[in-house]
Structure formats: structure tokens, C-alpha cells
């Protein structure tokens, strides 16, 4: 793994985990964006966090950004570090969850990158780099495993 690879996560069994699962009819539940020194960084349920990337060994594909460059790469991983601390998207989950579920359409999203879910950082970290990884209004763990700009799909294991 390289800083700026993007990290999907299979299998998880709490409620919210299968929730996500169940709506975006896919086998990811989380996106986290690999840093350096073996960390990812990703926004938990509690906010934006920076962790051991090795919690996930075993139960996640690492996905490639194609034609990206290590100051790119850099540049996106510092985008995400500088968001650590910051809260969880709620109001996101919830207008995804308005929109996708009762389709009522409230406007709001997470442009502003200021409340972040773990898709939004993954694709905002990139999009600061002039890289849309998708063109979804709201990305989810599915549409970053779908991205035609992510490539080399594969199992990562320690």
C-alpha cells in the first residue's frame, strides 16, 4: 500500500455497517485513504480519525488511483490529515438517507467539507487534487468500488 490508496472495508457487523451494506447493495461498508507510516485516515462514527491501517488486514480491497503522482498522492493524504478532528457527516447520512429512501431532496451535502463520512473524505481528499474519483452527489464505499479512476482492485492482507 501507498499513501493516497483508498481502502474499502468488507464484513463489518455492527448495525450501522450492515446498514450501509443493505442500502448501497454492496460489500463495502467503510472507505478509509492509506497515509503514511502503515496509518489510514477515515471518518469514524465519531469523527476523523487516524489510525493503524493494519485493523483492517484481512477484511478490505486497496484500490489505486490511476495516473496519480507521489506529490499528488502527498497532497491528498495531507488534505485528509488536515481534517482530523473534525465530526462525523450525520447531516450528510441523513440527506442521503431522505433522498435515496423517501426521495425527498434537501439540498444539502457535504461540499463544504466541514462534517465528513468516510466516502466524502476519501473523495474530497482526491477532489483537491482536481480528482474526482466519482461523479456521485453522494459518495458511498460502492461508487468509490465502482470508480473508473481506481484500479488494481485487490485483497490486502499483512
Same mark, same amino acid.
Given at each position: 500500500?501507498?499513501?493516497?490508496?483508498?481502502?474499502?472495508?468488507?464484513?463489518?457487523?455492527?448495525?450501522?455497517?450492515? !446498514?450501509?451494506?443493505?442500502?448501497?447493495?454492496?460489500?463495502?461498508?467503510?472507505?478509509?485513504?492509506?497515509?503514511?507510516?502503515?496509518?489510514?485516515?477515515?471518518?469514524? !462514527?465519531?469523527?476523523?480519525?487516524?489510525?493503524?491501517?493494519? &485493523?483492517?488486514?484481512?477484511?478490505?480491497?486497496?484500490?489505486?488511483?490511476?495516473?496519480?503522482?507521489?506529490?499528488?498522492?502527498?497532497?491528498?493524504?495531507?488534505?485528509?490529515?488536515?481534517?482530523?478532528?473534525?465530526?462525523?457527516?450525520?447531516?450528510?447520512?441523513?440527506?442521503?438517507?431522505?433522498?435515496?429512501?423517501?426521495?425527498?431532496?434537501?439540498?444539502?451535502?457535504?461540499?463544504?467539507?466541514?462534517? !465528513?463520512?468516510?466516502?466524502?473524505?476519501?473523495?474530497?481528499?482526491?477532489?483537491?487534487?482536481?480528482?474526482?474519483?466519482? &461523479? &456521485?452527489?453522494?459518495?458511498?464505499?460502492?461508487?468509490?468500488?465502482?470508480?473508473?479512476? !481506481?484500479?488494481?482492485?485487490?485483497?490486502?492482507?499483512?
Amino acid at each position: 500500500m501507498q499513501p493516497g490508496d483508498v481502502v474499502l472495508v468488507r464484513r463489518g457487523n455492527g448495525l450501522f455497517d450492515k !446498514l450501509v451494506r443493505f442500502a448501497t447493495v454492496s460489500p463495502y461498508y467503510h472507505a478509509a485513504l492509506v497515509a503514511d507510516g502503515g496509518d489510514v485516515i477515515e471518518a469514524r !462514527l465519531h469523527g476523523v480519525v487516524r489510525r493503524p491501517a493494519s &485493523e483492517y488486514a484481512g477484511r478490505c480491497n486497496v484500490l489505486v488511483p490511476d495516473g496519480v503522482t507521489p506529490a499528488d498522492r502527498a497532497q491528498a493524504v495531507a488534505f485528509a490529515q488536515s481534517k482530523v478532528g473534525l465530526p462525523y457527516g450525520w447531516g450528510d447520512i441523513l440527506a442521503d438517507a431522505l433522498r435515496l429512501g423517501l426521495h425527498i431532496d434537501t439540498g444539502y451535502r457535504w461540499r463544504a467539507w466541514k462534517h !465528513l463520512d468516510c466516502s466524502c473524505l476519501v473523495t474530497a481528499a482526491w477532489a483537491s487534487q482536481g480528482i474526482w474519483l466519482t &461523479e &456521485e452527489p453522494a459518495p458511498s464505499p460502492a461508487s468509490l468500488g465502482w470508480s473508473p479512476v !481506481l484500479i488494481g482492485s485487490r485483497p490486502w492482507r499483512e
